[in-house]
């Protein structure tokens, strides 16, 4: 219980403060930043960074993840005349999309692993 209360404060305070600061981006997503943040802060001198509940809890959502794609799929059943007239530039966003962020992944990977062993960029 302790897990899922964490998990839902977490994207309650997200929402407020998106809301407050009136921020584009979502609530949901500010409160996975304030939850890393805290599991960071908490990562400080102990050896096991995470809670056992909310480990369990991250752990039963993973297995029911196929369960909240539902929802979306049904979205793409329900939008097919859209994505039959406009396939080219949504395929263009999700092939373009992908590309960009495996070269910021590695560019951020190249720079930290150089940054960690002393050697410039």
Do not use: K, N
Not at 47 to 60: H, M, N
Not at 82 to 88: I, K, P, S, V
Not at 89 to 112: C, E, Q
């Amino acid at each position: 219980m302790y897990g899922l209360l964490t998990l839902i404060a977490c994207e309650l305070a997200g929402a407020l403060i998106g809301e407050a600061l009136h921020l584009p981006i979502p609530g949901p997503v500010l409160g996975l930043f304030l939850l890393a943040a805290l599991l960071a802060w908490r990562m400080r001198g102990q050896t096991e960074p995470i809670p056992q509940d909310l480990g369990r809890t991250a752990d039963f959502l993973i297995q029911a993840m196929g369960l909240l794609f539902v929802p979306a799929g049904v979205g793409v059943i329900t939008e097919a005349s859209l994505l039959r007239t406009e396939w080219l530039p949504i395929a263009a966003a999700v092939v373009g999309s992908t590309i960009a962020s495996l070269a910021v992944t590695g560019l951020v990977l190249h720079r930290a692993l150089h940054a960690r062993h002393g050697r410039p960029a």
